[in-house]
């Protein structure tokens, strides 16, 4: 069973940078896809960034140019760096593994606070 624990959240001014870590117990399958989504006040869940084990990225279109997701295999963390924070990227971090037949496993989030 695949358990994600993330850490690295916290209160930023806005203009600076965070780095979300995402660490993983269990087997990363070759075909998975891990994900950061975020949650903000009184809005759904949204993708923020998704990386494959073969290393393809997708970003929302939010966060493109200031967000960089990546992933240490070794160490079984997919890490989020995110720079030039905006107040509106306030919200809880979570982080997701989507197996290759579909299962999906999520982490307890962590919440980001940009102040203005």
């Known amino acids: 069973q695949v358990q994600l624990v993330e850490s690295g959240g916290g209160l930023v001014q806005a203009g600076g940078s965070l780095r979300l870590s995402c660490a993983v117990t269990?087997?990363?399958?070759?075909?998975?896809?891990m994900g950061w989504y975020r949650q903000g006040p009184g809005k759904q869940r949204e993708l923020v960034a998704s990386?494959?084990?073969?290393?393809?990225?997708n970003y929302a279109d939010s966060v493109k140019g200031r967000f960089t997701i990546s992933r240490d295999t070794a160490k079984k963390t997919v890490y989020l760096q995110m720079n030039l924070l905006k107040s509106e990227d306030t919200a809880v971090y979570y982080c997701?593994?989507?197996?290759?037949?579909?299962?999906?496993?999520w982490g307890q989030g962590t919440q980001v606070t940009v102040s203005s």
């Open positions: 997701k593994v989507r197996m290759p037949w579909g299962a999906e496993s």
């Open positions: 990386v494959t084990t073969r290393g393809t990225t």
């Open positions: 269990g087997s990363i399958l070759t075909g998975s896809t």
